[in-house]
Each structure stands twice: as C-alpha cells, then as structure tokens.
C-alpha cells in the first residue's frame, strides 16, 4: 500500500514528480469555475434569495414526489436490490467542477471500484446551478467507465434551477412540473419570482447525446425521487435531500421517520452533514424536531451518516448510550477545497483531536492555502509556506504533536506565525476568541479558492465501504492528481464499524 499524506510529505502529493492520466479523459476545452466572477454569483443566486424571501424548496420537492408517485414509484421510496450480505459501494460528494480536480479523481475511483456494487454521488452533482447541459462533462463523461449503476441526492447547487436536470438524468426522464399560478403582482411571492434563476432557454438538448456515455444495462438506475432509501444485503441505506438551506420539509421528515424504523443497520448520506468543523448541526425538519433526532435514536440502528455539501474529509466517532456513530463529512470528490486547517482543536460531543480524523491534514491545508493566495496577491515570498511550515504552526496553534509520522518540526518565524493567523489557522477553542483577527473572515471567505488549483496536490477523496453481516468497513481514498497515486490510491483514514 502506498503511503498516505500522514505517513510522508510525497504521500500527501507534494513534490509529485509524474502528473496523473486524468487529462486523458477530460474535454479539450474546460470550463473554469470562479466564485469571485459576479455573473456566477449572480446565477446562483436562489440560496440568498430563498433565505430573503422563504425557502419553496419544500413545496417544489412536494411536487416533485407527487409526480413521480402518479407514475407508480412505490410509496415507501425504497430500491430493494438483489445485492448478497458482503458486497462494496462508493460515496463520493460534490464532484461537478468538470475540471482537473474533479477528473483527478477518476482513475482511483474507477481502480478502486472495479468490483463494487453501485455508487452514490452525495450532494451537488453539478455546479455552478444544475443545468441539463453540463451533466455531459461533469457526470457522463468523467463516469462513463464505472460499470454499475450511480444514485445521487441533490445538494444545494442542483436546486438553483428547482432540480429539472437532477430529475431528468436520475429519476427516469421525470417531465417538467406544471406551471404554478401567478403571484398577486409587487406581492413578495411576485419579487421572488421576478428575480429567481431560472434554467436557460432550450437547456438539455445535448442530454440525450450525453447519456450514451453511460448507456450500459449495468449502469442504469432509475431511483424514486430526490430522496429515497436502497435495501442492499444486511444494510438499508437512505440518502434525504435537504435543499436549499439544509433542512427537511415536513412531509420528507415523516418518510424518514418512517424508513427509519426497524432492527436493520442503516447508513445516512446528507447533502448536510450534521457534524463538520468542530460543530453539531442536527439539521432542522419543519414541524419540529431533527434529523439527528433520528440518526441517534437506537431503535433505528444508525452505524454512521456521511454529508457532502464540504469539499474535504472529516470524521467524528461520536458516543451515543454505549454504541458509536460515526459521522462522516466527504465532500472532496471535484469541487474546489474547503480548508481544514481552520478547524480549531476539536472538543465536541467527547471527540477529541485524538479521535477526530481530517482530510487534508491542517498542515496541508495551511500550505496549500499560502501558496494560492501567494500567487493571487502576487506576494509570493512573503505568504507561501512549506508544508513543513505549515504543519508546525498548525502544531502549535494547536498544542498538539505533528500528525505526519516521518515529520520533524520546521522553525517558526514571526512570518509563519503572521501567514498562519491571516489565513485563519484554527486554535483552541478555549483561546480562539482572544486570537481572532479581525480580517480572519476576509481571508477564509472572500478569498476562498472559488477556482481550482490546476496542478497537483488536489487533496480530493472518495469513500469504499465494504459491507458484511458483522461490519462496514470505511476507507477514505485519496487523490493528488499525481501517476503514483493514480495507480495505488492511498488510504488516509480507515475503520471498521460493527453491525451486530
């Protein structure tokens, strides 16, 4: 087995000295995406305005569900599969950048999932809004050689055209919903509409010629709607939906109590994942109540709930009467990285830093971040650190030992110390608000990486869980973009959760 990014500074990708395949499968024109660019903002507006306005996501899925349920789906929206008691499947979350990053990860995927059963893409699908003609290069090219069926669950990005393509590519070419009525005219409604995104006119017609890249009897799967649950061997797996702003609405909530019950083991993938940068985010279901509710009552057998929606990897053993869930963030399967390294000393739930696990290491992070903004503020002597800078400072911010194995500690200068505070190195909690500067924000938000990086190390991941009656074993891949790690992906976190 390859090393990983905590065994060695080349395990993470650094210094990689051969780049990747993935070019080979990629358009001859990419797309690049950029957050700062104000006409991409604008297109994804919807998210701002649902939260200035009220949130349609719930009514609009309502009748989403109502149409599909009209054409026969089974009203429990379970997929009961033929698979046996030990079989593997992949989550991979937030892949559809269609450049580099997302396409870096292909080749690990598809070795790694040469013998597994299905995947399931955990949270937007496309960005920037879902549209019907991006799904070409950003689903059925980049998957066309995955040979067994792929189940998706929207994230917010696919809702910011009320979830058309999403349904159309994965829910049996589902027809436009019907034209609601007209608001009162300068009523709030009417503002909403008058400013929402809506799809471009003529939007899908190169669909059709897409989906004959993944056009294989083996790689069909018609799922039920947005959210649903899939019966496979010993586990029953429920992916939810949760919009917009990261909530259920009332009638989801019902089905996922619902689906709940039972003695079975169950797994949950969440386009919100409800532990994630040190903090408990239940996620709210209109009416009353959450969905943790659900995952830590132990009459429904939750063993873990993996959440997209945050492009790295996180892991949270949490305690719950006497058994443990494991929650899962794993959102680096394309899009571009959110940083861990400002994830402060994590003390949450009885989880402590020597029970948490990240993806990439905070060292990394911190390295990965002075080099971009080096470049991007032309400065840069001043604000790139190397990764074993970085992984020092982030030691020391910390109080915590150096996570790589075969690392010694760098010197730290007033420089490393400065770069570390500007780009939002975490701390204690208990010391992170005497700390704080006041241009913290600025640095991690306004100049996040809203593009990709276009050469290695990406720090992107995928998940392979392989499932017997006894256990689920979880293994996070990674992906650099560098040959070496295309052809033996390395393990950066593993473990082994028992069903019985």
């Not at 992949?90 to 690990?108: A, K, M, N, R």
């Not at 893409?121 to 950003?138: F, H, N, Q, R, W």
């Not at 609601?180 to 995104?197: F, I, T």
């Not at 294989?216 to 019966?231: F, L, N, R, S, T």
């Amino acid at each position: 087995m390859s090393d990983s990014s905590r065994d060695t500074a080349e395990g993470a990708g650094w210094g990689a000295t051969e780049l990747g395949t993935y070019k080979r499968l990629m358009p001859a024109e990419v797309e690049k995406i950029s957050w700062l660019d104000p006409r991409m903002l604008w297109a994804a507006r919807n998210g701002v305005l649902a939260s200035w306005f009220g949130d349609p996501t719930g009514r609009t899925r309502s009748r989403w569900v109502a149409q599909r349920a009209a054409s026969g789906v089974p009203a429990d929206k379970v997929i009961r599969r033929d698979d046996p008691d030990r079989f593997s499947f992949l989550v991979i979350g937030d892949t559809g950048e269609g450049d580099d990053p997302q396409y870096s990860v292909v080749p690990g995927f598809l070795k790694t999932g040469q013998d597994t059963r299905f995947a399931v893409l955990a949270s937007d699908v496309i960005y920037p809004v879902g549209s019907a003609d991006d799904y070409g290069t950003k689903f059925f090219r980049p998957y066309q050689d995955y040979r067994a069926p792929i189940y998706a669950i929207p994230g917010n990005h696919d809702w910011y055209e009320d979830l058309g393509a999403f349904m159309r590519v994965f829910c049996g070419d589902a027809p436009p919903l019907a034209p609601q009525p007209a608001p009162r005219v300068l009523s709030k409604a009417w503002l909403q509409k008058v400013l929402w995104h809506k799809p471009r006119k003529g939007d899908g017609q190169r669909l059709d010629a897409a989906r004959q890249l993944r056009s294989a009897a083996a790689q069909q799967a018609v799922q039920p709607g947005p959210y649903w649950a899939i019966d496979a061997g010993p586990v029953r797996i429920i992916g939810i939906d949760t919009g917009l702003l990261g909530t259920l609405d009332a009638e989801q909530g019902a089905w996922l109590r619902e689906v709940s019950q039972g003695p079975r083991p169950k797994i949950l993938i969440t386009g919100s994942p409800l532990y994630v940068d040190g903090a408990h985010h239940p996620c709210a279901i209109e009416g009353g109540g959450t969905v943790d509710d659900i995952v830590r009552d132990p009459a429904h057998r939750y063993v873990a709930a993996i959440g997209g929606d945050i492009h790295n990897y996180q892991r949270y053993p949490v305690q719950v009467d006497g058994r443990t869930i494991q929650y899962v963030v794993s959102g680096g399967g394309g899009a571009f990285m959110h940083a861990t390294h400002t994830i402060p000393r994590v003390d949450i739930a009885n989880v402590t830093e020597k029970d948490f696990r990240c993806y990439p290491l905070r060292g990394d992070s911190l390295a990965f971040y002075s080099k971009l903004y080096g470049r991007r503020l032309r400065l840069r002597r001043f604000f790139t650190l190397t990764e074993a800078e970085a992984s020092a400072v982030v030691a020391e911010r910390l109080e915590m030992p150096l996570t790589r194995a075969q690392q010694k500690t760098a010197r730290i200068t007033w420089r490393t110390r400065l770069v570390a505070g500007l780009l939002g190195a975490g701390r204690r909690p208990d010391r992170a608000a005497r700390f704080r500067l006041p241009v913290r924000k600025i640095y991690t938000s306004l100049f996040s990486p809203s593009s990709a990086t276009y050469s290695p190390p990406f720090f992107k991941q995928f998940l392979r869980l392989d499932v017997t009656p006894e256990t689920v074993r979880l293994r996070c891949y990674a992906a650099t973009g560098s040959r070496a790690q295309e052809l033996d992906p390395p393990v950066e976190d593993e473990v082994t959760i028992p069903l019985v």
